[in-house]
């Protein structure tokens, strides 16, 4: 039986990188080597095993370097690839991973599974989790529990879903959590186990094959005492949307909320969220009398890419707010 035909697209990261020697595991970054994908592939050999593995290379930064533009270019090339591929894999620095995933979940409908997959330690390092992770990731991009389940992030033997998971700690191998409702499923010796199904989600729906940017959406971090001076700033700069990361259960500073009334007063559309990582921000009363909608469970990171692809479609407050509840 062949095995299947796995994808490996490389954008950089700390699985890719090569530090100083094998205890390094703190200044790799500011050597600057990385990889590219084939050579990575070669250092882990034991993916064959499972999949006929094929290394394209994307672009090889830190994933502080990956932004929209890079999106729209990974979610073309995948769709491109679609007809020669049972599954995909993208390995991708984990600072900005959950907020690539969780783009590729929005916009892509092709049926084969798409995981995204990371590293704490590099490649180079004594107990590396770059080659497990890796394996884990081609196991799971194979694995038929994987298709129907939207893309996919897996590190440390988890599988989570791309809306859910955020990175929690700076170097812990244990860093990405899915706080409110835990993994979809891990990979053991044994194999990929799934046990859940990730229900809040449709998949794909944002046609971004004409898109040649998205509309600029910033984010407002709430502190004690913050006043109104960034969410102006940001109307400004042309901002077409804000997301308001707000103190739980939904609340901003007096001083920040006069100038989200001035934003939206001003036609931009208002999310708010919340800082604290986890909980819903729930369409109550006060939400709607001032015109904002509420994030759900979304991070204020991935309701910033939610937000900016629905403004791609629409600026009706209802119709946002009812992609928030579905999405």
């Known amino acids: 039986m062949a095995k299947p035909r796995i994808l490996v697209i490389g954008t ?18 500011d050597y600057g080597t990385r990889l590219e994908m084939a050579a990575v592939l070669a250092r882990v050999p034991e993916v064959e095993r499972f999949a006929a593995v094929r290394a394209v290379d994307y672009r090889a930064v830190p994933s502080s370097a990956i932004g929209p533009a890079d999106w729209l270019a990974l979610a073309r090339l995948v769709a491109a690839q679609a007809g020669d591929a049972d599954g995909f894999v993208i390995t991708h620095g984990t600072s900005t991973l959950e907020e690539t995933a969780y783009f590729l979940d929005l916009v892509l409908t092709i049926p084969q599974p798409v995981v995204l997959v990371g590293a704490q330690r590099p490649i180079s390092a004594v107990g590396s989790d770059a080659p497990m992770n890796l394996v884990a990731a081609v196991r799971t ?20 879903a791309a809306r859910e998971v955020s990175k929690t700690s700076t170097y812990r191998v244990q860093t990405f959590r899915t706080p409110d409702f835990g ?50 700033a940001f109307v400004a700069a042309g901002a077409a949307g804000i997301v308001s990361a707000g103190f739980a259960p939904g609340l901003t500073a007096p001083d920040e ?37 509420g994030a759900d469970n979304l991070t204020p990171q991935k309701a910033r890419i939610l937000l900016a692809l629905a403004l791609t479609r629409t600026r009706e407050l209802a119709a946002i707010e009812a992609m928030f509840a579905t999405r």
Not at 214 to 225: T, W
Not at 265 to 293: D, H
């Open 257 to 293: 909320l006069a100038a989200l009334r001035r934003a939206r007063a001003s036609g931009v559309v208002v999310v708010q969220s919340s800082r604290v990582g986890s909980g819903r921000i729930a369409p109550r009363r006060f939400l709607r009398a001032e015109g904002f909608i």
């Open 12 to 29: 950089g990261g700390t699985i890719a990188s090569v530090g100083a020697d094998s205890l390094d595991v703190l200044d790799y970054p």
């Open 183 to 232: 993994a979809l499923g891990q990979v053991d010796g044994d194999g990929v186990q799934i046990y859940r199904h990730p229900v809040h989600r449709q998949a794909g729906g944002f046609d971004v094959a004409a898109l040649a940017a998205l509309p600029r959406v910033d984010i407002a971090y709430s502190y004690a005492g913050a006043d109104g001076a960034a969410i102006d």
């Open 141 to 160: 991009a194979a694995a038929p529990a994987a298709s129907g389940l939207g893309v996919l992030v897996v590190l440390n033997d988890e599988i989570h």
